[in-house]
Nanobody, 115 residues
Framework: QVQLVESGGGLVQPGGSLRLSCAAS????????MGWYRQAPGNQRELVAV???????TYADSVKGRFTISRDNAKNTVYLQMNSLKSEDTAVFRC?????????WGQGTQVTVSS
């Protein structure tokens, strides 16, 4: 089993920045991909960014150039640096971790971009 603890969400003005963190604990030895997804009210959940164990990254087109995903394998933690935030980025962001046998989700953290 893998447990995920997210932090870093909150309220920010348009153009501002936030950094999300997701720390994994438990059976972390088999973690492969780590990523972030988001879901806004009335919308489907969507991929934001994913990073492989080796550091290969994938981003949604809507966040390219503004968000950066990174990970610290020694700490089993994935980060999402979000810059130039827009109102349309408002959503619940959830961490997702993939191991060799299972997929785990964090509890979610609210990001609200509003003036």
């Amino acid at each position: 089993q893998v447990q995920l603890v997210e932090s870093g969400g909150g309220l920010v003005q348009p153009g501002g920045s936030l950094r999300l963190s997701c720390a994994a604990s438990g059976s972390t030895i088999n973690i492969n991909n780590m990523g972030w997804y988001r879901q806004a009210p009335g919308n489907q959940r969507e991929l934001v960014a994913v990073i492989s164990r080796g550091g290969l990254t994938t981003y949604a087109d809507s966040v390219k150039g503004r968000f950066t995903i990174s990970r610290d394998n020694a700490k089993n933690t994935v980060y999402l640096q979000m810059n130039s935030l827009k109102s349309e980025d408002t959503a619940v962001f959830r961490c997702r971790v993939v191991t060799t046998t299972n997929v785990y989700w964090g509890q979610g953290t609210q990001v609200t971009v509003s003036s």
